[in-house]
T-cell receptor
């Protein structure tokens, strides 16, 4: 079965540094998402991306965050100046055409630790 | 606003049946999803309901009542490997995306 791949699986960074999390969505999918999950908490929506632009973002997704699809396959999340509270598992997801029964396929996540 | 409620934890015995409930209040509704998440891993899709009634898929079934804002996931013939978090997620109406909003998840422990 096709899958969403994420790299790296773990990322350790110092507070204030920039990080880029990378994702390769499923090739024929059209919608791409980033979610995060702080340890012991729920999976939270950050941003969705369609047709080369952000289609929706949550209040968590402030000016420190940005997303990009630099080529036909990669989808990245950049955190400009990391804070301690950015420590979380970050999941990339993708889904197909715009029908309501399209499930999201999740990648295995990047565990980000900000020290 | 969006609110999705599930019990925090449940315990069940191997071979038994367990029902995990979910209630939701969302602005619009375009489907309810159940995902399974093992510790440290990605959520994986289990089931989807958009119309009222029961959807059966092997050992897993999911039920939806839209008028009550209620769903449950039924797991039969429990196995030890079913120990995981079960996440209820709703696709709301409006907006420009197909995003899902997740509940806090129910941590199920299956005991021998």
């Amino acid at each position: 079965e096709p899958e969403v791949t994420q790299t790296p699986s773990h990322q350790v960074t110092q507070m204030g540094q920039e990080v880029i999390l990378r994702c390769v969505p499923i090739s024929n999918h059209l919608y791409f998402y980033w979610y995060r999950q702080i340890l012991g908490q729920k999976v939270e929506f950050l941003v969705s991306f369609y047709n080369n632009e952000i289609s929706e973002k949550s209040e968590i997704f402030d000016d420190q965050f940005s997303v990009e699809r630099p080529d036909g396959s990669n989808f990245t999340l950049k955190i400009r100046s990391t804070k301690l509270e950015d420590s979380a598992m970050y999941f990339c997801a993708s889904s197909g055409v715009s029908t309501t029964n399209e499930k999201l396929f999740f990648g295995s996540g990047t565990q980000l630790s900000v020290l | 606003g969006q609110n999705i409620d599930q019990p925090t934890e449940m315990t069940a015995t191997e071979g038994a049946i367990v029902q995990i409930n979910c209630t939701y209040q969302t602005s619009g509704f375009n489907g309810l999803f159940w995902y399974q998440q093992h510790a440290g891993e990605a959520p994986t899709f289990l089931s989807y309901n958009v119309l009222d009634g029961l959807e059966e898929k092997g050992r897993f079934s999911s039920f939806l009542s839209r008028s009550k804002g209620y769903s449950y996931l039924l797991l039969k013939e429990l196995q030890m490997k079913d120990s995981a978090s079960y996440l209820c997620a709703v696709r709301g109406g409006g907006g420009a995306t197909n995003k899902l909003i997740f509940g806090t998840g129910t941590l199920l422990a299956v005991q021998p």
